[in-house]
């Protein structure tokens, strides 16, 4: 059974900076892409960024370019989403997600992805 856990998150003030991680077991006999989704309080989950098996290629959301970076190591057991320069708009739980595919097609919407972690809380104060 694949199973993700993120952590990192926090309460930080505008304009600060946090490193969320996600870390997969039970890894699947396949290669996959991984993605970052966001919720906050009253909305759907949106999507933030997602990466290839490989960390070659990336794809942001329009809200996060230039902010937010993914990456993920070598072994394609980790995934990471370094945050910088966040709003208060950017609060929200923050999910990782494995791809159901291995490149950055079709990687937008919650229904593209398989395994869900539990989520962390990421808090900008104003």
């Known amino acids: 059974q694949v199973h993700l856990e993120e952590s990192g998150g926090g309460l930080v003030q505008a304009g600060g900076s946090l490193r969320l991680s996600c870390v997969l077991s039970?890894?699947?006999?396949?290669?996959?892409?991984m993605g970052w989704f966001r919720q906050a309080p009253g909305k759907e989950r949106e999507f933030v960024a997602a990466?290839?098996?490989?960390?070659?290629?990336?794809y942001y959301s329009d809200s996060v370019r230039g902010r937010f970076s993914i990456s993920r190591d070598n072994t394609g057991n980790a995934v990471y989403l370094q945050m910088n320069s966040l709003k208060p708009e950017d609060t929200a739980v923050y999910y990782c997600?494995?791809?159901?595919?291995?490149?950055?097609?079709?990687?937008?919407?919650?229904?593209?992805?398989?395994?869900w972690g539990q989520g962390t809380q990421v808090t900008v104060s104003s």
């Open positions: 039970g890894r699947p006999y396949s290669r996959y892409a």
């Open positions: 997600a494995k791809a159901l595919g291995t490149t950055l097609v079709g990687v937008t919407t919650p229904r593209d992805y398989d395994y």
């Open positions: 990466i290839t098996w490989t960390g070659a290629n990336t």
